[in-house]
Each structure stands twice: as C-alpha cells, then as structure tokens.
C-alpha cells in the first residue's frame, strides 16, 4: 500500500503507512521478546555467563563508528550466572551499550556483580546524561531522543525484557557525568 501510495505520488500518505508498519512490527517484536523472556524466566532452565556475555557484546560495539575511540571497562565476577536466555542477556546489555556508546564523551563502565538471587548490572557512561524529570517521565515505547541515529526503542525493549525476567531497571545521574543504568536480574547459582 505504502509504495502504491507513493507511485501515485501520495508520498505523505506512504511515508505515514510505512511508518505505522514500522511501528506494528516493532511492537510485535517486543511482544515476541517479552513471551520469550517469560517463558524462559518461568521455566528457569537456562543459566548464562554474564562476563562472557559482556565481553563479547563490547567486542562487537568497539566495531562500531566512533566505539574505538571510547575507553571500555568490563569488571564482572567470572562465574556470574545469569537465569536466563544468553541472546536475552546480548540483546539488554547491546541496546544499553549501544545506547552508552552513542552519548559518552570518552568513556563507558558496566560493572556486573551477586546481590542475593540477583545480578546487578551497572552501566555508566560520561555523556551529557538526563535530568531527573526526564527520567521520570519516560514513557515505554516512546523515543526520549531525536539527536542520534536509531529507532529509539532499545531501552523500550530492554524494559521489556527486564520486566518479564521480574526484575528491575533504574536510570540515574552517574558519578562520570551522564547516565546510569542500574539492572537487576534473576541469577542463577550455577552456570549449566
């Protein structure tokens, strides 16, 4: 419809289209993602290494355009087990890695450690950061940013996927400057 539309040189009327089936397939991509993470969380069969998890998510970001440039520091217990799907784990620590590696100025911290049943996840990074009414006011499945290139939805779905492991995700000012992400997951107390 979207390219009929435009060949009829109805080009708002396509872009509008295209836009809504972007919207529907990311919504049914975070629905899919949130099945999977429940099913995964409830039936508990899987554990995952969260160091070498981490590492292999920044050896993939420092990739990326300008990701060189940046100073990366990983400090994760080996042994760390996370009770959960290892691509759930890569696709939450890329989409807040990713999204540390777009704003920092220099510098990106994930630091993972035991708390109890839980993994918490800490990411920092040096960038401008959010104000606390920003933070507050962020709505799920909203774009908070229109600067930097991307969809907009990694923290959407990273939310997503927390809240269907029933964990928690907190954005606070960091000690560096910008943005702190706080994760908390469910862990494993063993790898399998």
């Known amino acids: 419809m979207a390219r009929e539309a ?7 009327q396509g872009k509008d289209i295209e836009e809504q089936v972007e919207a529907m397939r990311r919504h049914v991509d975070r629905a899919l993602a949130r099945a999977r993470a429940g099913l995964t969380a409830t039936l508990g069969y899987q554990s995952t290494d969260v160091a070498n998890v981490a590492r ?27 009770l959960g799907d290892d691509g759930d784990l890569t696709e939450l620590l890329g989409n807040v890695l990713d999204n540390a590696r777009k704003w920092a100025a220099s510098r990106v911290d994930l630091h993972g450690q035991p708390d109890g049943d839980h993994v918490v996840l800490t990411i920092d990074d040096d960038g401008p950061g959010m104000s606390e009414e920003d933070t507050e006011h962020i709505e799920r499945g909203k774009r908070w940013d229109e600067k930097t290139p991307g969809t907009g939805f990694g923290l ?19 000690p560096l400057g910008g943005l702190r992400i706080i994760i908390t997951l469910p862990r494993a107390m063993r790898l399998t």
Do not use: C, H
Not at 6 to 12: E, F, I, M, P, V
Not at 56 to 82: C, H, Q, S, Y
């Open 6 to 12: 435009r060949d009829q040189g109805q080009d708002k």
């Open 56 to 82: 292999k998510t920044v050896r993939m970001l420092k990739t990326l355009p300008d990701a060189g440039a940046l100073a990366w520091k990983v400090e994760i217990p080996n042994g760390l087990a996370f």
């Open 156 to 174: 959407a779905i990273t939310r997503d996927l927390v809240s269907a492991y029933r964990g928690t995700l907190a954005l606070q000012r960091s």
